[in-house]
């Protein structure tokens, strides 16, 4: 079983909604991520966080926006998403960040569908 | 150009099979490689790092190419429970700048057939 969990499991919003994604590790990891998978793509970053500070962020629209309010939360504020946003939103984390080594730990992901 | 390639398949391959995936990447300042194992609808899980060396586990064995710029995955005696999307993943973060950045290939798809 994974150790980054993930809530809700699946979220269905209108475009006008205002919606979270929780994400939660007990690892002691000091970096965390979120990242957006559409159907049969790979997984595209959308944030980073590292000891609380966002370290990247990929040019993402400002309808998500990320809260990290400690180091074992990660939050995803949604708000006037669009359909196109329907996808399943991943969180992870690892070590810290700073490691070219380092394994990210995947949580089980939010499946969103924008009507 | 793509940072990761994969060939996306499928493969579909007999149980007992062995059956060898191949990865390209862009940057060749690249640190790390990883190979993460996807069941449909289901998070990425890490299934071997992948080292200068070459790696094995199990039926699973990872060699990397750095001349090349490929990495490999080779499955020996296939199992029904193998059935997967088999991604490739290598770190661009150059090393100890905060950026553990991962990118990631489109994905193999392997079926295993009784």
């Known amino acids: 079983d994974t150790e980054v969990t993930q809530t809700p499991k699946h979220l269905v919003m209108g475009m006008t909604n205002k919606k979270s994604l929780k994400c939660e590790q007990h690892?002691?990891?000091?970096?965390m991520y979120w990242y957006k998978q559409k159907a049969k793509k790979p997984p595209e970053l959308m944030f980073v966080?590292?000891?609380?500070?966002?370290?990247i962020n990929e040019s993402v629209p400002s309808r998500f926006s990320p809260e990290c309010p400690n180091s074992s939360l990660l939050n995803l504020h949604l708000h006037a998403l669009q359909p196109e946003d329907s996808a399943l939103y991943l969180c992870?984390?690892?070590?810290?960040?700073?490691?070219?080594?380092?394994?990210?730990?995947f949580g089980p992901g939010t499946r969103l569908l924008v009507l | 150009r793509k940072e990761v390639e994969q060939d996306p398949g499928p493969f579909n391959v007999p149980e007992g099979a062995t059956v060898a995936f191949n990865c390209t990447y862009s940057?060749?300042?690249?640190?790390?490689f990883f190979w993460y194992r996807q069941d449909c609808r289901k998070e990425p899980k890490l299934l071997m790092s992948?080292?200068?060396s070459g790696n094995e586990d199990g039926r699973f064995t990872a060699q990397l190419n750095r001349a090349s710029q490929y990495i490999s995955l080779l499955i020996r005696d296939s199992k029904l429970s193998d059935s997967a999307t088999y991604l490739c993943?290598?770190?661009?973060?150059?090393?100890?700048?905060?950026?553990?950045?991962?990118?990631f290939g489109t994905g193999t798809r392997l079926t295993v057939i009784p």
């Open positions: 992870a984390s690892s070590q810290d960040g700073a490691k070219a080594q380092e394994t990210q730990y």
């Open positions: 690892m002691g990891h000091r970096a």
């Open positions: 966080y590292s000891y609380e500070k966002l370290s």
């Open positions: 940057n060749s300042a690249s640190q790390s």
């Open positions: 992948v080292y200068s």
């Open positions: 993943v290598v770190n661009m973060g150059e090393y100890g700048t905060g950026a553990n950045n991962l990118f």
